[in-house]
């Protein structure tokens, strides 16, 4: 071939390659994370009629049986005064517990709730159906235990884990709590941690996490479980993350 048939071959592929068009190549974007909510915990003002401390933890802790319950404490956080207080909107709250050595099956619980003056006012003696692992257990009130607005209440939850004494000296574990009402903007609540994050900014502990840990039995979504952390820290309060999904309790007849 001649040298001006190979020039002409390289102008017409040159002219051929400059009229193509290519598909424009672009990085793949990684969607971003979306930000977690950080809980924000404000304590709310305690009523002047709250009292002088009880005991946090009573009773049979220091003998054989009760030995591995020593550790169980409240999961509310204290007040200036020194007592497990807090608020709740629901006329029968929840109280969640710290078990670090977890609960044995048929283990006999009783909680009990009276008024600001110690008047009785509701009981139930229940036993554990399963043997429960370390981690954080609820307990709800008694049916019968139907609070009212702007009170203050007694409860506390008694674990006979002595088999050899008296079953009249429980492990006690004690709080006090004040139901108000529901504050208007947690019908704005679109999501679990809306609703969380209004009932803490508003003071309201029981609740906030009661919704937080009957979410958690459901889903171990990782903003819940961040979530529950935040929370337990923003009021000092010392837990386990682990949620147990439990409880289940049998009711084993009228209280002592």
Not at 102 to 110: F, H, M, Y
Not at 119 to 128: G, R, V
Not at 141 to 165: G, I, K, M, Q, S
Request: aromatic share 6%; with cysteine.
């Amino acid at each position: 071939m001649k040298p001006n048939h190979h020039r002409l071959t390289i102008a017409l592929l040159l002219a051929i390659a400059t009229t193509l068009t290519f598909p424009t190549i672009t990085p793949t974007q990684t969607p971003k994370p979306k930000p977690t909510l950080k809980i924000r915990w404000k304590p709310p003002i305690p009523p002047s009629t709250l009292g002088i401390p009880g005991n946090r933890a009573q009773g049979g802790g220091t003998r054989s049986g009760c030995h591995s319950y020593r550790g169980i404490t409240a999961l509310v956080p204290l007040s200036p005064q020194k007592i497990h207080w807090g608020q709740t909107i629901s006329d029968r709250p929840t109280i969640w517990l710290n078990a670090p050595q977890g609960l044995t099956k048929d283990l006999p619980i009783e909680i009990s709730v009276r008024s600001a003056n110690g008047n009785p006012i509701a009981k139930q003696l229940l036993t554990i159906a399963n043997n429960i692992s370390a981690g954080a257990v609820s307990i709800t009130f008694p049916p019968d235990a139907t609070l009212e607005v702007d009170r203050t209440y007694r409860w506390e939850v008694a674990f006979y884990c002595d088999t050899d004494e008296r079953i009249d000296r429980p492990f006690v574990i004690q709080g006090k709590i004040n139901r108000i009402t529901p504050p208007a903007k947690l019908e704005t609540a679109t999501s679990t941690l809306d609703r969380v994050q209004i009932l803490a900014e508003n003071g309201i502990w029981y609740d906030a996490i009661s919704t937080l840990g009957t979410q958690l039995r459901q889903n171990k979504d990782r903003q819940l479980t961040t979530a529950w952390a935040d929370l337990l820290k923003a009021a000092s309060v010392r837990g386990s993350n682990l949620v147990r999904d439990c409880c289940q309790f049998d009711l084993v007849g009228t209280p002592r």
